[in-house]
Structures are given as structure tokens and as C-alpha cells.
């Protein structure tokens, strides 16, 4: 039960972000109208000036990598037990998690489909998603502001850390509930929190973040090894 607890919270970080709890929890919404951002005290100069910051961080490089650690507390229980892997991230809107263990677990977003791979149960699932599902997602380390606050009222303050903490929250009301990004003032993100509709929390603290070249399509758009099954959604 354990496995499946952190597995179900690795699908809802990515797709959240990054992006996968489409695969298995998504509930049918109708399109929602962006919203033209107005000026408020939720979405300040400070809050719009650190966003910049954070996509000019991931996105003036070709790609971007760093090492994460992630845990996932289901509403009403304790964390599960920590993961560890790799993040690479590259704009527009690419992304791929490596976990470490022996499950072999990749979760990849190519700008069109989502893919789940876990090389122990030799499957991959892929999930294309349509426009009004692609704009839902909370890519905010490379959307641009304006896009983001199009979606989000965002509240930006001092953390005890020395960091600031910046919150995202949906206009609209949709999934994830809320977003945090502890970050510096260059925009590097030391830590991102999601809380889904049902209360679920998950998390991660990211480090040793690396400028790196690009890297090929493949990467993104995972090609499995012989035998494995395939499910398309």
C-alpha cells in the first residue's frame, strides 16, 4: 500500500507541475475563459517580479537540471517515506523526473503527452492531453507571468529562512489547490508544495541545479524497451 500511497504522489506532483494525476483521478471540467489579470495586494509587483525571476532562472539556459527530494502526506495521514531523483526541466515546456530505487520510475511531459514508466511493472502509460487540460498546468518554473497570473492570484512574502514564499492560488478553483515556491531572489526554487482538492500534500526540496545543454527529444517523448506494455489514454 505504501507503493501505490507513493506512486499516486509521484503521478499528482507531475501533471500538478509537472504534471500526472490526469491519469488516474482526472474529473471532466468545462473550459474556463482565461482571466485578464488585474492589479491587487494577491498578485503584487513583488510576487510578479519574483515569477520573472523564476522563469529567467529555468529558461535562459537550454536545459536546466537539479536533484530532488520528494514526499507525499495522503489528507489526514503522515508523510510517506521520502524519494530521491533528478529533475531535468527544459523550456518551453518540458519536463522529466528520474527516481531513484529499484522500481526504475520516469515521469516525462514532451509540451503534448504525459508519460508514466516504471520499469518494474514493464509498463508506460501515456496520457495526451487536450487544450483546455494543457492550460490547467501549473508549469511555473518556464510559464511566463502573465500567463500564470492569468490562472493564479499570487501572494508573495519573507520566509524565516531568508527565502521568499510565494503562493499561487486558482482563480478558478480548480486542482491544485494551492502552490508554494520558497525561492531566492535570483529565482531559484528551493522548495515547491502542492496541496490537491482533497487535501493531499506533496513536496518537494531541490538542489545542485546545473545549467546543461539540450537535450534530445527522446528524453521527453519516452521510448521503452521491447516487451513493455504500453497503455494510451
Known amino acids: 500500500m505504501n507503493t501505490d500511497i507513493r506512486r499516486h504522489g509521484s503521478l499528482f506532483l507531475f501533471l500538478s507541475i509537472f504534471f500526472f494525476s490526469l491519469f488516474f483521478s482526472f474529473e471532466a471540467r468545462p473550459a474556463q475563459p482565461a482571466a485578464t489579470p488585474t492589479p491587487s495586494v494577491s498578485a503584487s509587483l513583488d510576487a510578479r517580479a519574483l515569477l520573472a525571476s523564476i522563469r529567467k532562472a529555468y529558461s535562459s539556459s537550454p536545459s536546466v537540471s537539479c536533484t530532488f527530494v520528494q514526499t507525499y502526506a495522503p489528507a489526514g495521514f503522515a508523510e510517506t517515506q ?9 523550456a518551453p515546456d518540458r519536463v522529466r523526473f528520474d527516481y531513484d530505487g529499484p522500481e526504475g520510475k520516469v515521469f516525462t511531459f514532451d509540451g503534448k ?10 509498463q508506460l502509460v501515456v496520457r495526451t492531453l487536450k487544450p483546455e487540460e494543457r492550460a ?6 518556464l510559464e511566463s507571468t502573465d500567463a500564470l497570473l492569468a490562472r493564479y492570484t499570487a501572494h508573495a512574502a519573507p520566509a524565516n529562512t531568508g527565502l521568499v514564499e510565494i503562493t499561487l492560488t486558482p482563480r478558478a478553483g480548480a486542482d491544485p489547490k494551492s502552490v508554494t515556491l520558497l525561492a531566492t531572489a535570483a529565482g531559484d526554487v528551493k522548495r515547491l508544495i502542492l496541496v ?10 531541490f538542489t545542485q541545479k546545473l545549467s546543461g545543454p539540450k537535450r534530445p527529444d527522446p528524453d521527453f517523448a519516452l521510448a521503452p524497451p521491447a516487451g513493455t506494455k504500453i497503455l494510451s489514454e
Do not use: H, S
Not at 521520502?82 to 527544459?90: A, D, F, K, N, S
Not at 503527452?113 to 514493464?122: I, K, L, S, W
Not at 490547467?136 to 518554473?141: D, E
Open 82 to 90: 521520502p524519494e530521491t531523483g533528478r529533475l531535468i526541466l527544459q
Open 196 to 205: 490537491d482538492a482533497a487535501g493531499n500534500r506533496t513536496a518537494f526540496t
Open 136 to 141: 490547467r498546468l501549473p508549469l511555473v518554473f
Open 113 to 122: 503527452a504525459g508519460r508514466q514508466y516504471v520499469a518494474a511493472d514493464r
